[in-house]
Structures are given as structure tokens and as C-alpha cells.
């Protein structure tokens, strides 16, 4: 069966329905080169898939059909699972059980007919894979086949604990076949979640139009129904007796979903009945977003429901060498200032404007979080968005876990910020995410009081109990950390007396500098910062400034083309952010800095850079802080640096989303650049040509940018030295960070592609 990688002879497809029908026609179109055959008690639709071509033979009778089979799928109603469990087990009790055929079954309600299995069987065979096409129509019967119907859909298998692996492949073989995405989940997981997702939605569905049908003026309800009402009630013309027997075999979990359904109905019509128009801003929007959302995040990415994480597709970036840089750009907004604002403007009293905000995948996350903790935000559009302030104990407590993506930033500052809150809380994040160390900010959180759970090693998911008072504590942290630092501060503004941290280095004061702007005073007296618990903040207006991080990268691109001139607009120059600047000054730049103005309590400016040859340098200590995110660029910058750059004092990247100096140290062995890696650095030595020359500094080559952003962008601008293509996988998370940047790219004079490592197109 080499078309379609499956090893069945021969199919039975037992309920020759829309389902079931469809599946052979699929099966039949992705080149199947078995035998299918159908059985159903209704010997016209038989008839009728024989001459449609969608069946080879088949019969009413069940055990005549099984001869040869070597898979059965289950295509029938579920309340005529049992019967079906029954015959088929009848007749199967002849064969040696190591020769029965693999069974699977295509129910959208699992527990039930796993009960089916049990109650005909004896127990669950082995051989039986309990699955679910999540794809359907309102057509039904064997007319209405699709061969098309499960491609880019999803099915769900559900094995149990003793199924056999070699089953379970094959019938993940047969659906793959048909164009499926094969997930897997368990039984009782399986029926929450489609209880809500497809059942309820279709049980409103008939209440809906049965509820209008039955009205006097049903007729005129009808001839004036828009768009909106089809689309919604377009599901009520599916099979009745279908679902009817889905909502007998998943009661209890429809019931528990209609009783959500009922609650936030009634919450709803509260605030309509009250004319609470933020309320019902709060929860239109909310929902409004939510679909958004999630519907991006879910189109980028694969929920594997086993471990709540999320799997990036494998995109490629395929970067020619050479190129120019020129041209005046404005990167997007700085995510550190980003995620402040949304924080602080949800907890302020009044409404905060926010101008110049990042919309990338951080950020968003952290604007979806509080909008299920009951805040209304309207936006982003454009950079803009409205926060309709709570107060600071105005939080409500969220329906389940807060996603917060790959934003290392925005769970630790969630961290402090949940930890005063009344109620419990989870913080999760993806597969990335889920890596990184979160003890540096539970311990401390801890000494002032608040009880947290991690998993161990101190990594994420965060488990914050609520209701916890608070104590202000003197915390002298051990290594230099805007992160650990700025939750500290948003706990401390819950906590009785004063908070109070000291930093071993400077670090970035985005955190203080807003807080000052909300109106809370937070001190600072050389190393130290602090402010008292109780305060409150009142909300103002935001311009958020172009990310120096993201900026960088195109600073040193520039810094490392010949013939580049480029202008970056309004870029954040915030004092504890410029290590970059400094690094690059010192190795040789040509940068120059104008139209600098204080913008919402930050400074800005534009920058333009123009190539002169670099050099490498030994690097400051005191930069490393200052600079820590933006090293993955200025290592490029060093190996088209004349002579040797040196980095110590920066172990911090070992914990990034990357170890960023192992990963940087890979790459730039993977070109051919020479460099010694240390455990807190590492010494990288350039090959920049001579004076005036133009050619190349190292080799091309495939790099692993681990996931890491920073790793994908710092490669794609190296490219601009290389002599030949540089191809970076595992770039899908460079939209966490900087939305826009492949555009900017080709705007200035990289050639940068896009592709899908699996060989299909970019998005």
C-alpha cells in the first residue's frame, strides 16, 4: 500500500452514512489499493455506494462481510453501538483472538461506546481504537459522501491503556491518509471537550430555531433572518437521530457544558438588564477576541492536549547572501513596555490609551490573560488600545489556566501581580516556556508570603494560591534581573509595609518608571528600589517607543554592510536598555542619535547607522545587563569584527529561551567563524576583509535556532557577510516577538524566504 503508506487488504465499513461514506471515498481518491466493502442495514444505500464507486461489495448482513478484513471502522449512531458490539463479538468469538481484525469506530461521544465495548466484549480489546473525525456536515446518507470531508480536520483517537500500539498506527495510518490531523487524548477528556465544543453549540443550534419556529410570526422571523442567523443555525439541519443519541450518550458532560452556557447567559443578561456598559464591553470583547485569538494561535500552532503546550509548526527561513541596508524604518513597539502597560492599565482606576503597541504573540497573550480575569480592552488596532481599568483588587478569577505563551517576561511580573490576589490562579505557557527557570521569583515570593507550586527545578506551570497576605521583605538578588525584580515591585504593592530590592547591576526600570507614571511612587536610592504596599494607581496615557531589542538587529546589520546608511525611528533609549549602543560604539560604529524627547516617562530617538569596519573589543562588564537580549546580534557584529570580541559575566543566556551562548556558539562554528565558549561567555574572533574590501567574512551554512527568536533573526542578518545561503530552521517563534520583521528584512535589503520545513508553503 505504498500510495497511502497504509498495510490493510481489506476495509469493512460498517453504517455506510455521510461519514462513513466519505471516508471510503477518501480512501478510494488517496489511491487505497485494498478492497472496501460497506455493510448497512439499509441495502439501497449499499446499492448506492457500489455504483457511485465508493464501496467495492458489501451487504446488510454483518458477519457475512468480515471474511479477509483486516480493519473494521464503526460508522453508525451511537445508541446502535451496542447492537453492532454485540454481532460483531458474536461473530469474532469463532477466530483465534490474535487473528481478529484492528476495530475503530468514528462517534463523537467515547465513554459510551467504550461501555458498548465492555458490556459486548467482556472488556476493551486490544485491537480496538476508539477515534473521532472532528468534521461533518448537515447532509446525511451515502449520497452526501465527501472525499475532501477530513482533510485539514482533526481526528481524535482515545486508546486505552493496553491498546495495541501497532493498532493504534494503523488506524492513525488510515486517517492520514484521508488528509486528517491525528491527535490523541483520553476517553473522559475527549467528551468535556467535545461537549462544548460541538455539542452544545449544535444543542443551541435546535433550541434556537425550534424556539423561533414555533412563534406566531415565525414567518416574517425567517424572511429577514441575516447572515449571522444562518451561520449560526446552519448546524441545526443536522441528523436528528444523531444527535439525538449524542446528547443521550454524553448526558452528563452536556449537561455540565449547558450549565456553563446557562451562567454566563445570565451573567450577560444582568448587565444588559442593568445597562452595565462596560460590563457588557468586558464580555462582548472578550469573546470577540478570544475567537481571534485563539483562532491565530491554533492556525500557527498544534495544541497537544497530553502536556497543555503548544508545538510550533516548523518554519524555515532560506536567507540569501549579500545584500544592502538603506532606508528609514520604524521597528514595532517595545514588548517589555507593552506587557507593563496592559498590567498596570488593568489595575488602574480610569482608562489608559496605549499608542505604539506590540501586537505580537507576548503580547497578545498577556492582553487575552486579562481578558479572562474580567477586564475590558478594546483594540489592538493598529498599535492602539483601551484599558478599561478594575482597580486593583477588581481582578476576577479566570475560568482556567492563563496561556501566556513563550513570555518569560509576562509570567514572572503575572507571578508578583497574582500572588496578592483573592483568588487561585495557574500560569502555563509553551513547550519553551515550560523549560525555563521560575524559582527565581517563587522563592521570594514566598518569603513575602505567597504560596506557590511549580513543577520541579522550579519550572512552570505556576500554581498561585490566593488569599494569601502579603509582607514587604528586603531582597538582595543574586543575580542581576529586571524580571525578578519588576514581580517583586507588583507584589509589593499587595503587601503590608515596604518591598525593597537591591540589585547587583543594573537592570531595566521600565517597571519603576510606569508605576511613577500611574501615579505610585516607587524610590530608588543607587542600587536600591522600593515602595510601599496599599497604594493604588490612576490611569493615563501611553506612547509606547520602538523596541531597541528588536532595533538591534538592524543596527547591526547595518554595522556590518558595506555601504549601509539606515534611520530607525523613535527608538526606546531607555538608560538601563543601551548596553547595545555602548557595545557598538565601542567597537567602532557610526551611530548618531537625534530628535531625542521624553516620551510617557521614556526616552527616545532616532538612530541612524552607517557601515565603518569594526573591531573586536573585550566587553564591559558593566554593559552585560544592559545588553543581555541583544547579544545574539552583537555576536554576528563580532565575527565581522577585526580581532577577537570577548563576553564573561553573562551566564543569564544560558537560561534564555535558548542557552543562547551554546546555541550562538553552534552557529557560528556551523559558518565556520572561530570562537571558545565558556560558561559565562564566550570569545568570538572575527574575519572581517581588509579595508575597502566587500567580500564575504565567513562561510553559509544550516543553523538551529532551537526555537529561539533571537537565534532565528541574529542568523538572517548574518547572512549579509556570508558567501553562500544560510537556511535557520525553527523560526515560527520570531512572531513572538517581532511581528513584521521578515517585511522589514526585505524592506532594507535582506533576501529572506519563508517556508515550511514539512516542505509546504510559508506562512
Known amino acids: 500500500m505504498q500510495e497511502t503508506g497504509m498495510q490493510e487488504t481489506r476495509i469493512l465499513i460498517v453504517g455506510l452514512g455521510l461519514i462513513g461514506g466519505s471516508l471510503a471515498a477518501a480512501l478510494k481518491e488517496a489511491g487505497f489499493a485494498g478492497a472496501i466493502a460497506g455493510c448497512d442495514r439499509d441495502a439501497d444505500e449499499i446499492a448506492r455506494g457500489i455504483e457511485m464507486g465508493v464501496i467495492d461489495s458489501g451487504g446488510t448482513r454483518f458477519a457475512e462481510q468480515l471474511e479477509g478484513v483486516s480493519l473494521v471502522v464503526l460508522a453508525v449512531p451511537v445508541l446502535a453501538m451496542d447492537g453492532v458490539m454485540t454481532t460483531l463479538a458474536e461473530a469474532l468469538a469463532e477466530r483465534a483472538e490474535h487473528a481478529w481484525p484492528v476495530i475503530t469506530d468514528v462517534g463523537s461521544t467515547k465513554a459510551a461506546i467504550r461501555d458498548c465495548a465492555q458490556r459486548a466484549f467482556g472488556r476493551v480489546p486490544p485491537q480496538l481504537v476508539f477515534g473521532h473525525p472532528i468534521a461533518g456536515s448537515e447532509k446525511s446518507g451515502v449520497a452526501a459522501s465527501n472525499s475532501a470531508l477530513f482533510r485539514h480536520h482533526k481526528v481524535i483517537l482515545t ?276 523549560k525555563r527557570p521560575m524559582g527565581r521569583v517563587a522563592d521570594p515570593l514566598r518569603l513575602m508570603g505567597a504560596e506557590i507550586e511549580t513543577r520541579e527545578g522550579g519550572r512552570p506551570p505556576l500554581k498561585i494560591k490566593g488569599g494569601r497576605r502579603l509582607a514587604g521583605i528586603n531582597y538582595d538578588m543574586p543575580m542581576a534581573s529586571a524580571q525578578v525584580k519588576s514581580c517583586l515591585l507588583l507584589a509589593g504593592m499587595y503587601a503590608e509595609g515596604v518591598t525593597q530590592v537591591r540589585e547587583p547591576a543594573p537592570t531595566r526600570d521600565h517597571t519603576e518608571r510606569m508605576l511613577n507614571g500611574f501615579g505610585y511612587a516607587v524610590q530608588r536610592d543607587g542600587d536600591t528600589c522600593w515602595l510601599e504596599g496599599g497604594g493604588m494607581l490612576t490611569a493615563g496615557p501611553i506612547d509606547v517607543p520602538s523596541d531597541i531589542s528588536s532595533a538591534t538587529f538592524f543596527l547591526v546589520a547595518a554595522a556590518i554592510t558595506p555601504g549601509a546608511d539606515l534611520m530607525l525611528e523613535h527608538v526606546g533609549i531607555n538608560p538601563t536598555r543601551i548596553g547595545v549602543i555602548n557595545i557598538l560604539k565601542a567597537m567602532g560604529a557610526d551611530l548618531e542619535l537625534s530628535n531625542q524627547a521624553e516620551v510617557g516617562g521614556e526616552p527616545v530617538a532616532d538612530i541612524r547607522v552607517r557601515y565603518t569596519p569594526l573591531k573586536g573589543i573585550e566587553i564591559p562588564q558593566d554593559q552585560v545587563p544592559l545588553a543581555i537580549d541583544e547579544f545574539p546580534a552583537l555576536f554576528i557584529a563580532a565575527a565581522n569584527a577585526e580581532g577577537t570580541t570577548r563576553l564573561r559575566g553573562a551566564e543569564e543566556l544560558r537560561v534564555k529561551e535558548s542557552d543562547r551562548l551554546q546555541a550562538m556558539a553552534d552557529g557560528l562554528t556551523a559558518l565556520g567563524v572561530d570562537n571558545t565558549l565558556h560558561p559565562d561567555g564566550i570569545d568570538i574572533v572575527g574575519r572581517a576583509p581588509g579595508e575597502g574590501s566587500n567580500g564575504p567574512s565567513y562561510a553559509g551554512g544550516h543553523i538551529d535556532s532551537l526555537g529561539d527568536h533571537r537565534i532565528a533573526m541574529a542568523f538572517s542578518i548574518a547572512a549579509l557577510r556570508a558567501d553562500a545561503e544560510i537556511v535557520i530552521d525553527d523560526c515560527a517563534n520570531v512572531a513572538t516577538s517581532f511581528p513584521g520583521f521578515i517585511d522589514l528584512a526585505r524592506k532594507v535589503g535582506l533576501s529572506l524566504g519563508e517556508e515550511r520545513a514539512d516542505g509546504g508553503e510559508g506562512a
Open 159 to 434: 486508546p486505552q491503556h493496553d491498546t495495541q500500539p501497532q493498532a493504534v498506527a494503523r488506524v492513525r495510518a488510515m486517517w492520514q491518509a484521508c488528509g486528517a490531523e491525528v491527535l490523541e487524548m483520553e476517553v473522559e477528556r475527549h467528551d468535556e471537550v467535545l461537549a462544548r465544543t460541538s455539542h452544545l453549540p449544535h444543542l443551541l443550534a435546535f433550541s434556537l430555531v425550534d424556539t423561533l419556529a414555533r412563534q406566531d410570526e415565525r414567518l416574517e422571523i425567517f424572511r429577514y433572518a441575516a447572515g449571522g442567523f444562518r451561520d449560526f443555525t446552519r448546524i441545526a439541519g443536522s441528523d436528528p437521530v444523531m444527535w439525538r443519541d449524542i446528547f443521550t450518550a454524553n448526558r452528563r458532560a452536556v449537561l455540565d457544558a449547558l450549565d456553563d452556557f446557562e451562567a454566563g447567559l445570565a451573567r450577560l443578561r444582568r448587565e444588559v438588564e442593568a445597562g452595565d456598559g462596560d460590563a457588557m464591553l468586558a464580555t462582548i470583547d472578550r469573546a470577540s477576541h478570544a475567537r481571534h485569538y485563539f483562532d491565530t494561535l491554533l492556525n500557527k500552532t498544534r495544541y497537544q492536549v497530553s502536556d497543555h503546550t503548544m508545538q510550533q509548526q516548523a518554519l524555515r527561513y532560506r536567507v540569501a547572501p549579500g545584500g544592502t541596508v538603506t532606508g528609514r524604518i520604524r521597528v514595532p513597539g517595545d514588548k517589555s513596555v507593552s506587557h507593563r502597560s496592559i498590567m498596570l492599565g488593568a489595575l488602574a482606576e480610569g482608562v489608559t490609551e496605549v499608542k505604539g503597541f506590540l501586537e505580537g504573540e507576548d503580547s497578545l497573550a498577556t492582553l487575552q490573560a486579562f481578558r479572562e480575569m474580567g477586564v475590558a480592552i478594546e483594540g489592538p488596532h493598529q498599535g492602539r488600545v483601551t484599558i478599561h481599568g478594575v482597580g486593583m483588587h477588581g481582578l476576577q478569577q479566570p475560568a482556567g489556566p492563563l496561556y501566556v505563551g513563550n513570555a518569560g517576561t509576562a509570567m514572572r511580573l503575572f507571578a508578583g501581580l497574582l500572588a496578592g490576589q483573592a483568588f487561585d490562579s495557574e500560569l502555563i505557557g509553551d513547550a519553551s516556556l515550560t
